[in-house]
């Protein structure tokens, strides 16, 4: 999962990159308005956390950018603590949730994982296809409720298929929210994550469909 970080605190930037790092998610930094907007057009992300205020353009009017141009990722944004007008105009905005400065690492982390599983139709924490689950709290990969060691691009990678699940993924999409910038990022690297996992999961686990991508939970077979 992709995760764009717009704030222009470094601190506050740094801390929740680290902690949704930590978390498994990809993230990517903007420090302005201008480049949020650009990139948030530019490249898809799984989530937004996007601070309000922001310099050259305000975090409000970035996302009204974002939303004028169909851009449906979730955003959660950050506001000072009593700043309704600011909120209710957020979230009129097109904004799905709200998360109020000082915060808890811990309730950023809880709010991203609600909005990713409710952009992708799950209200459950645990994202299930026959006897592989994950659990996306915890981190765990399991067989039949049995936890199972998985690296975390292999966790990445499962977790990503389950909340798509059913549905084929591309190599390119699956690269482009998996890998960091400083990762291999290519379709050789992909296919063995993909073999490890299998060796891990059983053989029939995630499916290759030749020439489109990679599918889990696909019963049409």
Known sequence: MRILVVEDEPQIAAAVSAALGASGYQTQTASDGEEAWFLGDTEDFDLVVLDLGLPKMDGLAVLKRWRGAVRQMPVLILTARGAWPERVEGIDA???????????????????????RRAAGHASPILSAGPVSVDTR??????DGVSIAVSPLEYRLMAYLLHHKGRVVSPG???????????????????AVVTRLRKKLGAD?????????????????
């Open 94 to 116: 097109g904004a799905d949730d709200y998360l109020a400065k000082p915060f808890q690492i811990e309730e950023l982390l809880a709010r991203v994982r609600a909005l990713i």
């Open 138 to 143: 915890q981190m765990r990969v399991m067989i």
């Open 173 to 191: 999409e699956l690269i482009e929210h998996l890998y960091g910038d400083d990762d291999a990022r290519d379709a050789n690297a992909l296919e």
């Open 205 to 221: 686990v995630v499916q290759t469909r030749r020439g489109f991508g990679y599918v889990v939970g696909d019963d049409t077979e």
